[in-house]
């Protein structure tokens, strides 16, 4: 394990040495309105590593207190991608199942003094609350008596006023210099079915009182969120402390959120494409939401890689995509097989070759255990277009007429004849293979210096690729806006001849296609209508910034 400590790290250190925490509980607190993207893997990691790190626990908590937007399919993917990440959780919780602590907290604030029900509306709440630099005006309700207090909120709950008629306000301080504690709502009255307490329910508690009870309920002692809640967090520590619970308190720490560069990190937008029908599901494999990562072939260790390497931030910045790609291409390095695969196929006839053999081909140089497989090799093959030129440039290294280039785990070849069509373009090659040349058991004394990748016309495979670009065009003069960045040219689907040891392969199994890119196979495929995601190039795009 690294040394280096994050700032976190350096705060929890403190709480366990002064002894006021002995086991680190963390929480990841999903909203299930949506489907995880990958500022919530960076959430994931530091939550639940903190937990690894200590020895401690991390729950998995459903913050859906908010009735509306909730739904049953979210909570099952959210599931499902944390497990795919690679983390397991102490305890499954649903923020909802409190619906009575957080009633029962309420009251304990009306029955201090602390709370009371008022009747402004919305927009007179907001009116009378001041500005930044002028304190608000207090409520007209604001010295109901106990009693009375008690009454309406149980009046709330038990269905008597109208929607949006009466909240509950926390009394705090109208002068204060913190907007958010200026008498914030707690409570309101709202008719709408939940998915876990069905109609149980007309009142329901905002966020930002229900957060802190659901942290220290649970004995959380680091609360770790984004930066946005930095100023709500002295009403943070004012729940928790008036509503009475046991040391050691919770603890909010924030931290900057995960942003990169043209990558859409709002489940809102994101769900705008699925409904609008712009992309094919939360899981299209250029969706930047783990499902749609997973499909896109990022494996889950690069993910992990990559929230390690960023690190934690206490200011927001933004992260070049093309480092979340380097990431994810050291790890395929080390565990992706390589196979080959021909875009733009150009026949090749082995004038002096009518045999036909299995040559055995390494998977992977990189792999801890080198294995093998068998390719199949006969007298008319493909190679890629690119590959050869008929005026090529100095110091080409490819096929072209005379010269020689080595097929990759195969014999080195001679370009006897390039034969044209009617328009003067390469319809087929005439090459001859040179004697004794097979990989690994050369002793032809031709020294080449280009390897091609190549596959065997008889036996190779058409299949589909789908060539794929970040839903985002680069923000051009500082448009920001996503409907106007909406890149129309994100997936191309193009076909591909491929060897045919990949008949055998399944659905998310990932390759490298000899020096072209990775690539997995997704799971439209069927049968032997083999459909192949690009995971990303070989090349790195990655320039560490000044
Ligand atoms: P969105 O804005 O996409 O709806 P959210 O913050 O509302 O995201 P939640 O379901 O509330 O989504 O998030 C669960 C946890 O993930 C929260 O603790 C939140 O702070 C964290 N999180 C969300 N987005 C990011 C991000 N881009 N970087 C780091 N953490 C994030
Ligand atoms: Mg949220």
Not at 7 to 13: A, G, K, L, W
Request: charged residues 30%; hydrophobic residues 35%.
């Amino acid at each position: 394990m690294c040394e280096y400590k994050n700032f976190i790290e350096d705060i929890i250190d403190n709480d366990l040495e002064s002894g006021k925490v002995s086991t680190v509980c963390t929480r990841f607190p999903p909203e299930p309105n949506g489907y995880l993207h990958i500022g919530h893997a960076k959430s994931l990691c530091i939550n639940f590593g903190l937990a690894q790190k200590y020895n401690g626990k991390c729950n998995l908590r459903f913050d859906d207190t908010n009735p509306s937007k909730e739904d049953q399919e979210y909570v099952e993917s959210i599931k499902k991608d944390i497990e795919w990440l690679g983390f397991k959780w102490d305890k499954l919780l649903f923020a909802s199942d409190y619906f009575d602590v957080m009633f029962d907290c309420a009251v304990k604030l009306i029955n201090k003094g602390l709370a009371y029900v008022s009747d402004e509306t919305a927009d007179e709440i907001r009116e009378r609350r001041g500005t930044l630099t002028e304190p608000g005006v207090e409520s007209p309700y604001r010295n109901r008596t106990v009693e009375e207090n008690l009454q309406l909120f149980y009046d709330m709950r038990d269905g008597k006023f109208p929607d949006g008629s009466k909240v509950l306000r926390a009394k705090i301080d109208m002068a204060s210099a913190n907007v958010n504690m200026r008498d914030p709502i707690i409570y309101r009255v709202l008719r709408a079915t939940h998915h876990n307490t069905g109609d149980k329910w007309c009142v329901y508690p905002m966020y930002d009182f229900a957060h802190p009870i659901e942290d220290a309920y649970e004995g959380i002692t680091h609360s770790v969120c984004t930066l946005e809640f930095e100023d709500h967090r002295p009403l943070y520590n004012w729940v928790v402390s008036n509503c009475d619970f046991p040391a050691p308190l919770p603890q909010q720490i924030e931290f900057a959120r995960l942003n990169i560069t043209n990558t859409i990190m709002s489940k809102r937008y994101l769900k705008k494409l699925v409904d609008e029908g712009k992309v094919t599901g939360w899981d299209d494999p250029r969706m930047p939401t783990l499902s749609g990562i997973r499909r896109r072939g990022y494996p889950a260790e690069a993910l992990r890689d990559f929230c390690e390497r960023i690190g934690v931030a206490k200011s927001n910045s933004e992260v070049e995509s093309s480092y979340l790609e380097a990431c994810v291409r050291d790890s395929l390095n080390r565990t992706a097989n390589r196979v080959m695969a021909v875009f733009d196929p150009l026949k090749v006839t082995l004038v002096n070759y009518d045999g036909r053999e299995e040559l055995t081909v390494e998977n992977n140089p990189n792999a801890e255990t080198v294995t093998y497989r068998q390719v199949p090799f006969s007298k008319t093959l493909y190679i890629d277009r690119s590959d050869f030129a008929l005026v090529p440039p100095p110091k080409y290294y490819r096929l072209k007429p005379d010269g020689y280039v080595r097929l990759k785990g195969a014999y080195i070849i001679r370009c006897d004849k390039a034969v044209l069509d009617d328009d003067g373009n390469v319809a087929e090659l005439l090459c001859s293979i040179v004697p004794n040349s097979k990989s690994g058991q050369d002793e032809s004394g031709i020294k080449v210096k280009g390897v091609i990748h190549w596959v065997d016309a008889d036996s190779c495979v058409d299949v589909t690729v789908r060539k794929l670009q970040s839903l985002l065009t680069d923000a051009v003069d500082g448009v920001t806006d996503f409907n106007e960045r909406f890149n129309t040219e994100s997936m191309k689907v193009v076909s591909a001849k491929v060897e045919p040891s990949l008949l055998n392969a399944r659905a998310e199994d990932r390759f490298q296609f000899m020096r072209v890119g990775y690539y997995v196979l997704d799971r439209d495929s069927d049968g032997s209508n083999l459909v192949f995601n690009e995971i990303v190039g070989l090349k790195d795009g990655y320039k560490p910034s000044k």
